[in-house]
């Protein structure tokens, strides 16, 4: 088993900037993804972010050009630096790791009941 742990969130006003991290207990081979969802109050979870351990990225089309996923040599962290935020990214954000490839926003989504999650960290966005 894996524990994920984000961290980061916090409450800002539109325009502003986060960045959320999030670590891993340990590394094992079925974690070739990871990745962020979010999940707004009354809404389904989606994903926003995904990354692969060779480093490809994948987003979005709503957070596309303000969020930059990440990730350190270990690859048991990985970071979602957001920038212009808007009230509408106001949500809940979850680490989410190790579904099947490849590794997609739009798979992610699909394949979440096979990942590892955290806790989730929220973030709240003022007008």
């Known amino acids: 088993q894996v524990q994920l742990k984000e961290s980061g969130g916090g409450s800002v006003q539109a325009g502003g900037s986060l960045r959320l991290s999030c670590e891993a207990s340990?590394?094992?081979?079925?974690?070739?993804?990871m990745g962020w969802f979010y999940q707004a109050p009354g809404k389904d979870r989606e994903a926003v972010a995904a990354i692969s351990s060779d480093g490809a990225t994948n987003y979005a089309d709503s957070v596309k050009g303000r969020f930059t996923i990440s990730q350190d040599s270990t690859f048991r962290t990985i970071h979602l630096q957001m920038h212009n935020l808007q009230p509408e990214d106001t949500a809940m954000y979850y680490c989410a790791a190790a579904w099947p490839g490849p590794c997609t926003v739009a798979n992610a989504s699909r394949q979440r009941a096979l990942a590892y999650w955290g806790q989730g960290t929220q973030v709240t966005v003022s007008s």
């Open positions: 340990r590394y094992t081979n079925s974690m070739f993804c």
